[in-house]
């Protein structure tokens, strides 16, 4: 709420230096300008805040940008210019200040334990590779990798393979017959 109060003294600070300025530039053309330039101070749409403080950011740079043109012309006298500027200059500091806190808050995620892999998230392939077990009942690796190998290579679904052995999900069994392992689910 404070820092409301100030940005709207240091406006309307800018803004009198401004009008006072315009009746020390000699040119009409230039007078007009400027008040142009100007009357965005005032004005308060409905908008939200961060896009006002954008629009005040903006408003505020036209008008640097105009005081050094009118510096350069030598069309009012220096000490009412540099007065102007400094008044400016207030108003933009405010303006950052705001605009930093002005910004949206980014909601922070709780980070997650399990490990990404290039294609999702390893709890998808886990659960892939369950269901392929639960399925076929006992299926070996050459299985599971015929089914998933397009999607994974060969050493990510043997790192998970044995991740689910180790965490006591799937089950490997030995067989006489072949001589590679099948696996279960328990």
Do not use: W
Request: net charge positive; proline share 3%; charged share 35%.
């Amino acid at each position: 709420m404070q820092e409301d109060l100030d940005l709207a003294k240091i406006t309307l600070d800018a803004f009198h230096s401004i009008v006072y300025l315009s009746f020390l530039v000699k040119d009409s053309g230039l007078r007009e300008r400027l008040i142009a330039r100007a009357k965005p101070l005032l004005d308060r749409p409905g908008r939200s805040e961060f896009e006002r403080v954008k629009m005040l950011e903006q408003t505020v740079a036209c008008l640097l940008d105009y005081l050094e043109l009118l510096v350069y012309l030598k069309s009012a006298p220096l000490g009412g210019l540099l007065e102007t500027q400094k008044q400016v200059l207030k108003l933009k500091l405010i303006i950052v200040s705001k605009e930093k806190n002005a910004h949206p808050k980014k909601v922070s995620k709780p980070e997650e334990v399990q490990i990404e892999t290039e294609k999702g998230n390893d709890q998808i392939l886990d659960e892939k590779i369950i269901e392929l077990v639960k399925t076929r009942d006992g299926c070996n690796f050459k299985d599971i990798s015929g089914e998933l190998g397009g999607e994974y290579s060969k050493r990510t679904l043997i790192r998970y393979i044995n991740k689910l052995l180790a965490r006591g999900l799937i089950k490997k069994k030995l067989g006489l017959d072949t001589r590679f392992p099948s696996y279960t689910v328990e």
